[in-house]
């Protein structure tokens, strides 16, 4: 091949691999392009404080979105803890022996597990076996299990991040393993926490097979009141309108859909301000 | 305060054990109710089974329609994801400049954002009927839009996988390349790609669990009519699929009905498992081999 041959070959599949690259984002354009259309002449504060209803003109996402709200709270009060915890023992106490190599080995697993086996999981753990019921703690705490392994793992990055000066400075003071942990390590390392926190949340907020094979509930009428209390979701909301043969439906699954990616967006937004906060702090 | 100190590091190995409570707790559960049900039904029959029609008044168990369909579903994504995600991938490590990557990247990764339940809503609404558009015998449900679709939602994940395995490759291996004249095309196929290759065969073992276990969006847009085919234009069944339709309905814990949803569930456990542990291993391996 001449020269100019091989330059012009490599011109053009550099061309052909950005093409690949814009198509892919003109599919995400045509997807929220679709949801707009179909879904903003919907969108109300009507439809977001309403009930679900047979009319679809009427019905509403009130219920769903509660559900949604309550169960994500609850998910983090669970996940938070015993996934820094976790990370903590991982990253600050574990020795480099089996057991350790075992328990990271399981979590990078985890996390590739298919969400709906998580809800197989929680209807044989948390409904069942625990009698939990279909609840909202069931619920959570089966979302919690499937958030951890993203918590831990992200939390382990950002105690990675803390320079090692800081932790020597606070033994050199006397301070114990723990002091230096909770004191000095976890402060610095918080705004990583939580930005892998959110992240982990924000997926968890779209889930919806797990809560279906859980056992949530398809048409609730009603607002979530206690932890025993039965509960659906957005997503399951917007799953159940899209599943019926009626066009009217559609539109109300579609702007259900745009008071989720709204909700995503929030959570996004924060999570790299954060991270953003977070860069500064450890670049001083 | 010192004394303490024992039970604190004693209470984090407790839940770091949480995650190893969590593998154990998921193979018991599927394990229970598929030895309940591998009683009534002979494991031959649910592994070889050509029909699957747990829910007639005369059942029969038989896992390959749900297997098939799940097959030709992840198949169409992989077609999809697989050459896209690469390409993507080459352009982003090889050619595009710091600046381009910073703005192309986050965007990219929005797509791994979204919801699958949204992507079901756009696999049936706007995939399907834009394919019908085409191929005027596709069904209103059919392997073919979800396959799509799944491919796309799958994409960034092969890209920034096959991404990092590529930059882990060490710049001596291209600068060599170029001073034997080779172009950028020549150095990326001939030299960094292979040089990745445990790294973007990790990457796409995991996009192949991945979409063997995705569900909304089959359970949404692809039917729910198990059928033993290989034709992407008819409605079929995935596992995912099936464990969600019987999880709608009202069937009552303890039948051989409700047991078939943990049965199915434990083939898609050991399945997406295999290959999740394939994956780390290569992973793992590529990261040796350049550090």
């Not at chain 1, 703690?137 to 089966?142: K, M, N, P, R």
Request: net charge positive; aromatic share 8%; charged share 10%.
């Amino acid at each position: 091949m001449t020269l100019s041959m091989r330059r012009a070959t490599d011109l053009a599949f550099q061309v052909v691999a950005l093409l690949v690259l814009l198509i892919a984002l003109a599919a995400l354009g045509a997807l929220i392009f679709d949801v707009v259309r179909d879904g903003i002449g919907r969108l109300s504060w009507d439809f977001i404080t309403g009930y679900p209803s047979r009319r679809a003109s009427r019905a509403g996402i009130f219920p769903a979105l509660t559900g949604s709200v309550f169960i994500i709270l609850l998910t983090a009060a669970f996940a938070l803890p015993i996934g820094v915890a976790a990370a903590i023992y991982l990253e600050e106490y574990g020795k480099r022996n089996f057991v350790s190599r075992a328990i990271e080995i399981n979590i990078t697993n985890l996390s590739a597990v298919p969400s709906i086996i998580y809800g197989l999981l929680g209807l044989g753990v948390f409904v069942r076996v625990m009698g939990m019921g279909r609840s909202v703690l069931a619920g959570a705490s089966t979302l919690a299990l499937l958030a951890l392994p993203v918590v831990i793992l992200s939390t382990r990055e950002a105690l990675r991040a803390v320079p090692g000066s800081i932790r020597e400075g606070s033994y050199a003071l006397g301070a114990t393993k723990w002091q230096t942990i909770w004191h000095q390590v976890l402060p610095i390392a918080t705004p990583g926490i939580l930005t892998g926190l959110i992240l982990a949340l924000s997926r968890a907020i779209g889930e919806t097979a797990p809560l279906i094979t859980m056992g949530a509930l398809t048409y609730v009428s009603f607002l979530p009141n206690s932890l025993g209390s039965p509960f659906t979701v957005l997503p399951i909301q917007i799953f159940n309108w899209t599943s019926r043969p009626q066009q009217d439906f559609h539109a109300n699954a579609a702007a259900g859909i745009l008071v989720l990616m709204a909700l995503l967006l929030t959570m996004n937004a924060v999570a790299i301000w954060l991270r953003d906060r977070y860069q500064r702090k450890v670049a001083l | 305060m010192r004394r303490f100190e024992p039970l604190i590091e004693r209470g984090l190995f407790l839940c770091a054990l949480v995650s190893v409570g969590t593998t154990v707790g998921i193979i018991a559960v599927l394990a229970v109710d598929t030895v309940a049900f591998l009683r009534e039904v002979p494991i031959t029959e649910f592994l070889f089974g050509t029909e699957w029609t747990p829910l007639f008044s005369t059942p029969s168990f038989g896992v390959l329609p749900l297997v098939a369909g799940t097959a030709l579903v992840s198949m169409i994504a992989m077609l999809v994801a697989l050459p896209m995600g690469l390409l993507s991938s080459i352009y982003l490590s090889e050619y595009a400049n710091s600046h381009v990557r910073r703005i192309l990247k986050p965007v990219l990764e929005l797509l791994a954002g979204v919801p699958t339940v949204v992507y079901g809503y756009f696999a049936l609404l706007f995939v399907t009927p834009l394919l019908q558009q085409v191929i005027p015998t596709l069904g209103g449900f059919n392997a073919l839009g979800p396959g799509i679709v799944m491919g796309i939602m799958i994409l960034p994940l092969v890209s920034s996988l096959s991404e990092d395995a590529m930059r882990a490759v060490p710049n001596g291996l291209r600068e060599g390349s170029y001073a034997l004249g080779a172009t950028k095309m020549q150095t990326s196929l001939r030299v960094v790609v292979p040089a990745a290759f445990s790294g973007i065969t990790a990457a796409f073992i995991l996009a192949i669990s991945r979409a063997v276990g995705e569900t909304m969006i089959v359970a949404i847009a692809a039917g729910q009519q198990p059928r033993l085919t290989l034709n992407p234009l008819v409605q079929i069944e995935t596992m995912t699929a099936y464990i969600v339709q019987v999880s709608l309905g009202d069937t009552p814990q303890g039948t051989i009905e409700y047991r078939t949803i943990f049965a199915v569930g434990m083939l898609l456990f050991i399945g997406t498992f295999g290959l999740n542990l394939v994956s780390a291993w290569l992973r793992q391996r590529y990261r040796e081999e350049y550090s």
